[in-house]
Nanobody, 122 residues
Framework: QAQLSESGGGLVQAGGSLRLSCAAS????????VAWFRQAPGKEREFVAG???????RHADSVKGRFIISRENAKNTVYLQMNNLSPEDTAVYSC????????????????WGQGTQVTVSS
């Protein structure tokens, strides 16, 4: 069964850090690209970062220099290290997998997790 599960969200003060994890099972991981998207209340879902099977990463301009995506294939897990968080980063963060390239478009991805809430207080 293909499944993705996020963890690591929570409440943090501005300037703080969090590390999100996306654990995958079954065919939802091997050979596939994995990406993080986020959606804030009243806003559209946006691409945050993605990484292909070989480890080539892409980050949205809004998070470059602050967020780092990585993957540990032996554990079927992708991480999103988020540093210097601001209230504008508050959103539900979801991971998704699919395809063999990293694309900033949600419809590229086949499998989705339930999401984890990240709240940054000022």
């Amino acid at each position: 069964q293909a499944q993705l599960s996020e963890s690591g969200g929570g409440l943090v003060q501005a300037g703080g850090s969090l590390r999100l994890s996306c654990a995958a099972s079954g065919r939802a991981y091997r050979g596939l690209s994995v990406a993080w998207f986020r959606q804030a209340p009243g806003k559209e879902r946006e691409f945050v970062a993605g990484i292909d099977w070989r480890g080539n990463a892409r980050h949205a301009d809004s998070v470059k220099g602050r967020f780092i995506i990585s993957r540990e294939n032996a554990k079927n897990t992708v991480y999103l290290q988020m540093n210097n968080l601001s209230p504008e980063d508050t959103a539900v963060y979801s991971c998704a997998s699919g395809g063999n390239i990293v694309a900033p478009v949600a419809r590229t991805y086949t499998y989705w997790g339930q999401g984890t809430q990240v709240t940054v207080s000022s």
